[in-house]
């Protein structure tokens, strides 16, 4: 039974030490991105596979597109009441 006791410690202890957290991951992330300038696949697939930092692009935008569908689609259903069948 200590085994709850021993994670919730390490979780409070993470959560007052977030923003380390978040200054290394972002620093982890920077170096990947530093380390495509210089390490290329030989052989991409398409075109942009071989561009320098092209999965990082993509990555952000397909992240931006999936918070735009999320709050102007899928949360105005998810937030109406339930016996809401839609009509006025």
Aim: charged share 20%; proline share 8%; aromatic share 12%.
């Amino acid at each position: 039974m200590r085994e709850p006791q021993l994670l919730g410690s390490w979780l409070e202890a993470a959560r007052a030490r977030a923003d380390a957290w978040k200054k290394a991951l972002f620093t982890v992330l920077g170096v990947l991105v530093a380390l495509n300038l210089f390490i290329t696949p030989h052989h991409p697939h398409f075109t942009g596979e071989g561009l320098p930092g092209f999965w990082a692009v993509f990555s952000l935008g397909a992240a931006i597109a999936m918070v735009y569908v999320l709050k102007k689609i899928v949360y105005p259903v998810l937030a109406r009441p339930e016996d809401d069948n839609g009509r006025p």
